[in-house]
């Protein structure tokens, strides 16, 4: 069965960088987009950035292009999100998920605050 598991959050003083990981599993890793996505509270679900399968392609939204990078090892079966320059407003639980996939992980907490 599908599994997804995040790790790498913490508290993090504005400015600073974090390295979010995502572990998959029970599907074949490489033939998949991934995408990683973050829930603030009282609010909505949002999609933060995305890579194709093979790594030649991501998207961001517009809040984190420059600071976030998402990229992926298939030998590993693994996507990351580093996030740098972080701001109090990108404090959220941090989810992977494949947009092909209904299965979500159980999300990473990464809070930014002095």
């Known amino acids: 069965q599908v599994q997804l598991v995040e790790s790498g959050g913490g508290l993090v003083q504005p400015g600073g960088s974090l390295r979010l990981s995502c572990a998959a599993s029970?599907?074949?890793?490489?033939?998949?987009?991934m995408s990683w996505y973050r829930q603030a509270p009282g609010k909505e679900r949002e999609l933060v950035a995305t890579?194709?399968?093979?790594?030649?392609?991501?998207n961001y939204i517009g809040s984190v292009k420059g600071r976030f990078t998402i990229s992926r090892d298939n030998a590993k079966s693994t996507v990351y999100l580093q996030m740098n320059s972080l701001k109090p407003e990108d404090t959220a639980v941090y989810f992977c998920?494949?947009?092909?996939?209904?299965?979500w992980g159980q999300g990473t907490q990464v809070t930014v605050s002095l």
């Open positions: 998920k494949s947009p092909a996939l209904p299965k």
């Open positions: 029970g599907f074949i890793f490489s033939n998949y987009p």
């Open positions: 890579i194709t399968s093979t790594g030649s392609s991501t």
